[in-house]
C-alpha cells in the first residue's frame, strides 16, 4: 500500500488525493484547522493538525511526499520542522514533489519562459520560494520534484461569481499576459509524475494559451450572456498593493516538458475550454 504524506493539503493536493485509488493508497493530509480536518475526512483523507501533533508515525509510513504549504520570511514551514527527520529517511520515499510557482521566473515582458530559464524574480513571494526550492534540492538523496504553477482555477476558482456580482474587473496593461491551469490538469500532471519519477526534475505546469487576464474576464461575461464588464487603465486603477503586484511580471510559460516527458494531454489546454466546462459543471 502507498502512503502518500501531504503538508498543506489544500486545493491542488485534494484533487490529487481523488485520482489515488483506494485500493492501492492512504492519503494523510496536514491542515490547521478543525473544520478543513472534518472536510478531508469526508474525501477519505486522514487528516493531521500540524504544526501542533507528532508526525513521526506518519512520515515512518510514508512512501510519498506532496508539500504544498507555502513559505514565509522564516522559510520553509515543513523543512524548518522537519528537515533533520526528512533527511534521514530520504531513501525511504519512491517520490516528493514540491509545488513552486511560475512567479521565481519574474518578469518577461510577455517572452516566453522554460524551466532553463534563469531564476529571476521580482517579487517577494518569489524569491521566497527561490529560496525554499534550495532549499528541498539540497537534501542529499531526496528523490524530490519541483512543479513550477501558474495561475490556478477550477471548481470554486473561477471568475464566473464575481461577473455574476458586477464585481469583476477588466484591467488592461499593455502587454500583459498570464499563464494559468486547471487543478484538474494539475492532479493529472502529478498523478503522472509519481508514476514516472524522475528525481530532480522540474516541470512548469500551465495550459497552451498564456493570454491577457481582461480576455478572460470578457469571456467569462460572454458564457454568462451578461455585459463586458468595463475596461480601466492599469496605470490609474484604484488597487491593492497585493493585486498591483500580480501585474508586475509577464510571460508565456513553455510546457513541453509535461507532455515531452510524462505523455500528459491536458484537459483543459486553453482558458476557454476550461471556463465552458466549469459553467456545464455548474449547470
Not at 30 to 51: G, M, N
Not at 140 to 152: C, E, S, V
Not at 248 to 255: D, F, P, Q, T, Y
Request: aromatic share 8%.
Amino acid at each position: 500500500m502507498n502512503h502518500l504524506l501531504s503538508f498543506g493539503h489544500g486545493y491542488s493536493a485534494r484533487a490529487l488525493s481523488k485520482l489515488l485509488s483506494r485500493k492501492e493508497w492512504t492519503v494523510t493530509g496536514t491542515t490547521r484547522s478543525d473544520e478543513k480536518a472534518y472536510a478531508l475526512r469526508a474525501e477519505h483523507v486522514s487528516p493531521v493538525i500540524w504544526p501542533g501533533t507528532d508526525l513521526t508515525q506518519s512520515l515512518d509510513s510514508a512512501t510519498h511526499l506532496l508539500v504544498s504549504a507555502g513559505p514565509d520570511a522564516q522559510g520553509d514551514p515543513v523543512l524548518r520542522e522537519l528537515r533533520d527527520r526528512i533527511a534521514k529517511r530520504a531513501d525511504q520515499f519512491a517520490w516528493v514533489g514540491y509545488l513552486s510557482t511560475t512567479g521565481v521566473y519574474g518578469d518577461h515582458n510577455g517572452g516566453w519562459v522554460d524551466e532553463a530559464t534563469p531564476l529571476t524574480p521580482s517579487t517577494t513571494r518569489g524569491q521566497l520560494r527561490v529560496e525554499a526550492e534550495a532549499e528541498w534540492q539540497s537534501i542529499p538523496g531526496l528523490p524530490l520534484h519541483i512543479f513550477r504553477l501558474a495561475g490556478i482555477y477550477g471548481p470554486g476558482r473561477g471568475p464566473f461569481a464575481k461577473v455574476r456580482a458586477g464585481t469583476a474587473r477588466r484591467i488592461i496593461k499593455r502587454g500583459q499576459v498570464f499563464s494559468r491551469i486547471h487543478v484538474d490538469d494539475i492532479a493529472k500532471i502529478l498523478k503522472a509524475s509519481i508514476d514516472r519519477p524522475n528525481p530532480g526534475a522540474v516541470y512548469n505546469l500551465c495550459d497552451d494559451d498564456a493570454a491577457p487576464p481582461q480576455d478572460v474576464i470578457g469571456y467569462a461575461a460572454e458564457l454568462l450572456g451578461l455585459p463586458l464588464p468595463p475596461a480601466e487603465d492599469f496605470e490609474t486603477a484604484d488597487m491593492s498593493a497585493m493585486a498591483r503586484s500580480f501585474y508586475a511580471e509577464s510571460k508565456r510559460v513553455r510546457n513541453d516538458r509535461i507532455k515531452d516527458e510524462l505523455g500528459v494531454e491536458l484537459i483543459y489546454p486553453d482558458y476557454k475550454t476550461g471556463l465552458r466546462a466549469l459553467l456545464a459543471a455548474e449547470a
